[in-house]
């Protein structure tokens, strides 16, 4: 795989050796139990995938090499490069400014720029509609796209099928970046329309059945279907994929549901199932896979609560949060400065981005037993400043010390 050169800060050397030791180990990655750091009276198991993954790694290395061969050029990004704000308050530092929010608010208007800006597209992609505006001024976009080429292997697998006649329905959240830009460069080639849960699935399945009348579609639907979407003719061949950070199991639950519906509505076996329903199941991110898949083993280990550490609007973090809270209690946090003394944290509300300090989080327990995972764009130097924080609170950073000698 492909080596991208980033900032030394956001590295860590635990991380990394620990990280290449279970690597060696398990090159097959058949293992996903976790790593049990032993620091006596706290033990913190790791696990086995998370923090930064390929399309990250691309986009900071695509970021920070830019700002370099640009001295003296104003540099822009479209919104958010990643949802990290370490990442993110490091290239503002750089002089980097943000046109839109993470919801598509423009901060600067378009009208600002000219074709001597630089400006550079997230790894959440973007819209056909911004592109053509920008190649339009003059600047280039393909140079400086960071899009995660996982995302654009779901824009690449709906154009193919759409030749054949499949319309998409997409599983994301539809104000995210990521689903605003799938939707814009999916529905270009076919018609196109977001569920962003399994009751909203079940609502769509109605009009394929023709349950529910076709003229509630549109209203039921509005602003998530596509231009000239017609629920009686479009629903009828379809195919499924997805945001590439939401819940794998969700999308493949949504996936079968419609599966189900389709083979009872037309009559379907397993060898005529692909008249009506086209098999995407490669188009989801083997990132976001392996990083629930070790949350989900993890959770097997006894413990007493779980850390994830990600930005509040992450949403790959968000659901690795959510695996967990169904388990035992957990905490999200975006920085080891969350962890306040070892009475008090900040933890973030994933669903409602509220921030509340929860009191007596860490119970008098001995060996005190911590999950800890990260979201896929949080830097592994964050995580150990939270196990460095914690080591901290319970006098054992001597400890840990030692223990990372042992894995360098």
């Not at 550079?120 to 140079?143: D, Q, R, V, W, Y």
């Not at 939707?183 to 349950?211: D, R």
């Not at 920085?335 to 008098?364: G, H």
Request: aromatic fraction near 8%; include cysteine; proline fraction near 4%.
């Amino acid at each position: 795989m492909k080596q991208f050169n980033v900032p030394n800060l956001y590295r860590s050397s635990l991380i990394s050796s620990i990280k290449q030791q279970r690597k060696q180990q398990d090159k097959l990655k058949k293992d996903f139990t976790p790593t049990l750091l032993n620091l006596g009276p706290l033990h913190i198991y790791l696990a086995r995938h998370f923090g930064f993954c390929y399309g990250v790694e691309n986009a900071i290395d695509i970021a920070f090499t830019t700002i370099d061969e640009n001295p003296g050029k104003r540099i822009f990004l479209l919104s958010e490069m990643i949802h990290n704000p370490q990442v993110n308050a490091d290239l503002v530092k750089k002089g980097v400014r943000f046109l839109q929010d993470t919801y598509g608010k423009q901060l600067i208007p378009f009208d600002e720029l000219d074709a001597n800006d630089v400006v550079i597209i997230p790894a959440f992609g973007t819209t056909l509609e911004i592109e053509s505006l920008l190649n339009k001024k003059g600047i280039t976009t393909a140079k400086y796209n960071t899009t995660c080429p996982f995302v654009e292997k779901v824009w690449n697998r709906s154009e193919q099928i759409a030749v054949n006649g499949y319309s998409i329905v997409v599983h994301g959240k539809p104000k995210h970046e990521e689903t605003r830009a799938t939707f814009s460069h999916v529905s270009s080639h076919t018609p196109t329309v977001v569920v962003s849960n399994m009751s909203e699935t079940i609502a769509l399945a109605g009009y394929i059945t023709g349950k529910k009348p076709a003229q509630d579609f549109y209203t039921e639907f509005q602003g998530r279907y596509s231009a000239g979407f017609d629920s009686n003719l479009h629903l009828q061949k379809i195919g499924v994929v997805n945001q590439t950070t939401q819940l794998a199991s969700d999308t493949q639950a949504i996936s079968d549901y419609l599966k189900s519906v389709m083979i009872r509505h037309h009559g379907l076996s397993a060898a005529t199932i692909g008249e009506h329903f086209a098999d995407t199941r490669d188009t989801l991110c083997y990132a976001t896979n392996d990083n629930q898949s070790a949350v989900t083993s993890m959770l097997e280990t006894a413990a007493e609560m779980a850390i994830v550490i990600g930005g509040h609007n992450s949403s790959n973090s968000s659901h690795l949060v959510e695996l967990c809270e169904n388990k035992l209690p957990t905490y999200f946090i975006d920085s080891a400065d969350r962890l306040l003394n070892t009475k008090e944290i900040e933890n973030r509300n994933w669903q409602t981005k509220e921030l509340k300090t929860i009191s007596n989080y860490l119970p008098a327990i001995s060996p005190m037993r911590i999950l800890i995972t990260s979201g896929a764009s949080c830097p592994d130097a964050e995580v150990e400043k939270v196990i460095r924080k914690l080591a901290g609170f319970y006098e054992v950073a001597e400890k840990l010390d030692i223990l990372s000698a042992k894995y360098r």
